[in-house]
């Protein structure tokens, strides 16, 4: 069979899964996924296993540590999977939710009704535990999946991947409703995002390179965010210890994720002040800092910044750093270089926090606060799938909502149009 | 300049024209909405002679009678655009609706806020009030639009965009909110749906071919149907008087729109009785019925119908009929053959209901109603810019909600993440 055609296959089983799935109630799915988490933790030695096999090709390949390490599932990391699969029975069930429900003159009662999307692919990168994670809230939400991941985790995700479904269909989980492809074929990928009337959506989650890939080669619609350029403005009418303590926190508390901030902006009114401030405590956090010529004569401790800074996403510590003349001048700045992403202004003042929030055309906006809370937890939404910077169906952080769509089912006693 | 730096300038406009039109209030919106009715109203005239230049060239180019009959701009349909426009000013603004709100436990208030989709392209045929149409209920939603309409309706199209965006220039209006494409060539036409960053969400609206054609070439998000296969399902629990007036109203009251329907699904137990009458009922309004082998013994005047009729979107006096097993059978020839558009059972049986809403994988399901009702108006959306069959974001009829994405705004009093 060529991989073609064993794609088309694999395609088909999961449309007839997902037609199964939209007909469990959530009692069920539940149950099921309680089966999901007792069958991982049953098999904690043979996952163990599998993830050896992949840190000895890891090892041999010449992986770094930090790539090593993400790879690793260590018992407590097992753990923490089975407990995320138990926190997801807890989560209400959006499928069934009627969004609105109204009558026409007519006498016609027409309900919009929450529904699964379908066949969802998720095509991820080294870490294993988002085997897991993206099954149970694609099952949660009775939708189909079929799960790509790295080719450095390829028998630990296949180990995660059995222990789903063999453990689901101990409590009649319908078949195919996890499917991993097993082949490292980077055919595969682009086989499974041009599958239109099989898949109904794909979601990336990696670096930069991998997501302008598959968005590139898909006939399917993706949702994603390409990388998180997030900037913070302080307006001149910022508390200045307040714009400290949420400069050096979206900075610093962790460089490498796509919330953390990269460009600030400061108003050039309390530049003079503020930019003496701030560039110390970056330093002092180990931030190398690169301005515009302003920022370079307020302080001789940064560098000279390029145009490509402002297009950063360094994930790192360093830190673009410009001085603006007012609130639109930042909107400016950040609709242009900005990603869509998460930005902050720090202002007191009602004018400049509406004039940001309304001009900035971002995913989530902030007033006086860091911009790393953009995240399904720290949203409350209990889980994760993705965070979006596109514009359709979902923006910023998703979770079990944003995994499903809505039909109009229409209710009537006869009536025909005249 | 080149055909691509000239749309890319168009793409520019667009973007900065997108950013001033969400400052915009309802009212302003409205006055602005108004002041174009009056514009096209003043215009009367100018309307008919650009009109009669494509009138001209479509008789030239030998044209078929009801094309140049959809083409024309009568007093008639300019006063039909005229109150469209009035009718947009009364209809509800969604921008700026809070469709949530929530407090975190460390103080952080989320707003979901409702906002502009950005730039939306609009891809339409020959009817020019496609052109009134879609600008204003783009511009309700303050989204800047760029309209290409077919080269048959150039002239009129480019009159009465002249007219809108003139109109509405007298009361603050932003520049280039409504662009027109003045070129024929047909490489702006992939230029624009390829605009990334610039354009936001592809509409086209015309026949099966125009909108394959633009879903593949393009890199931007699309929304559309590509056609309506639509079904009717007679359950054995139906009242057959009420199944037979939802068959012919479905079938017979306009056929060659997308919501009416092209298959008849006759539950076997009750075959035997309806078919016969569905068939005569048929005949007798002029319709030539093409069934299955049951269908063809049961009723002489049906013909034999091939696989091909099953995918066909006849819309035409045409009808698809075949005997199923049972609710079970018509889901899954619906969800097989179908376009995901318009379905509907006719049945007193409460269980056959929910198996077909629950199981049909359709944007819209009729319980005991024609699904003539499929469209925006009918809805009491008071509008509509499409129909959409996809999953993502918009299904069934679209309205100017359909037209906003929304954004987190989240106000906070300094927090960081810990």
Not at 90 to 115: A, C, F, M, Q
Not at 401 to 408: A, C, D, I, P, S
């Amino acid at each position: 069979m060529s991989l073609h055609e064993d794609m088309l296959r694999i395609g088909d089983q999961a449309v007839t899964a997902a037609h199964k799935l939209a007909a469990l109630t959530t009692r069920k799915k539940n149950s099921i996924l309680t089966a999901m988490a007792d069958e991982l933790e049953a098999r904690q030695n043979t996952l163990r296993a599998a993830n050896e096999k992949d840190l000895a090709a890891g090892r041999k390949a010449g992986l770094s540590a930090a790539m090593l390490d993400r790879l690793e599932l260590t018992d407590a990391r097992i753990a923490g999977m089975v407990k995320g699969i138990r926190d997801v029975v807890t989560l209400k069930d959006p499928v069934g939710d009627k969004i609105s429900t109204w009558v026409r003159p007519n006498g016609l009662e027409i309900r919009k009704l929450r529904v699964p999307i379908g066949v969802i692919g998720i095509i991820y990168e080294s870490r294993p535990n988002v085997t897991a994670d993206a099954a149970v809230l694609c099952f949660k939400t009775s939708n189909a999946v079929i799960l790509r991941g790295g080719k450095e985790s390829v028998h630990s995700n296949a180990a995660i991947a059995d222990a789903l479904q063999e453990g689901g269909e101990k409590k009649g989980m319908p078949a195919n409703a996890i499917q991993l492809l097993r082949t490292t074929d980077r055919e595969a990928v682009k086989e499974l995002v041009q599958m239109r009337g099989r898949v109904d959506l794909i979601i990336p989650r990696g670096g930069e390179g991998l997501i302008r890939t598959v968005a590139e080669m898909a006939h399917v619609p993706v949702i994603k965010h390409y990388k998180g350029v997030c900037h913070t403005f302080i307006d001149e009418s910022a508390d200045l210890d307040q714009a400290l303590s949420i400069s050096i926190n979206a900075k610093c508390q962790r460089p490498g994720v796509c919330n953390a901030m990269e460009t600030l902006l400061v108003h050039e009114k309390i530049a003079g002040e503020f930019v003496p401030r701030v560039v110390h405590a970056m330093i002092e956090n180990g931030v190398e800092v690169r301005g515009d010529q302003i920022a370079c004569t307020l302080d001789s401790a940064v560098k000279e910044a390029t145009e490509d800074d402002w297009y950063a996403e360094y994930l790192d510590l360093i830190l673009a750093l410009k001085i603006v003349k007012n609130v639109d001048d930042a909107v400016d700045h950040i609709n242009r270089y900005g990603s869509q992403h998460s930005d902050a202004i720090v202002a007191q003042s009602e004018s400049a926090q509406r004039t940001f929030t309304q001009g900035v055309d971002s995913s989530t906006v902030y007033v006086n606060a860091s911009t790393r809370f953009t995240d399904g937890g720290e949203f409350g939404m209990g889980a994760e799938i993705g965070i979006s910077t596109d514009k359709l169906h979902a923006r910023g952080p998703m979770g079990l909502e944003e995994l499903t769509t809505y039909k109009y089912v229409v209710l009537g006693q006869g009536q025909i149009r005249e």
